[in-house]
């Protein structure tokens, strides 16, 4: 059986839907599994865990009371620090576009 970081997108919602597991618990699986090899490959710039899991939960509660969610809600996706996204850390990879986003939002160039 795989474990819940390789689930896909497809058996992760299914494991969700069917209450084999949780939205926290995958999101949890994803987040142990980048704290663990993250120092060797250094693939993310900004980690936005307590926002993530926050999520989940709020998932989980809509779930449990029969409410609508999103059809990929309780999937963990990695966004390209290239695109702009409210409230998040953007820096293009770069010192130089370190506050790209936030001085789009201010109007600057």
Not at 18 to 26: G, I, K, L, P, V
Not at 28 to 41: L, M, T, Y
Request: glycine residues 6%; proline residues 2%; aromatic residues 4%.
């Amino acid at each position: 059986m795989p474990k819940l970081h390789e689930l896909t997108a497809q058996e992760t919602i299914q494991k969700i839907r069917s209450n084999e597991t949780t939205a926290e618990e995958c999101v949890q699986a994803v987040f142990e599994r980048i704290h663990k090899f993250e120092d060797k490959i250094n693939a993310y710039i900004t980690l936005v865990e307590e926002e993530a899991l926050k999520k989940s939960r709020e998932i989980d509660r809509k779930i449990s009371e029969g409410k609508p969610v999103g059809i990929l809600a309780g999937v963990s996706i990695a966004v390209k620090d290239a695109i702009c996204t409210q409230g998040i850390r953007t820096t293009c990879s770069s010192r130089m576009l370190e506050n790209f986003c936030s001085s789009l939002r201010r109007g600057g160039h």
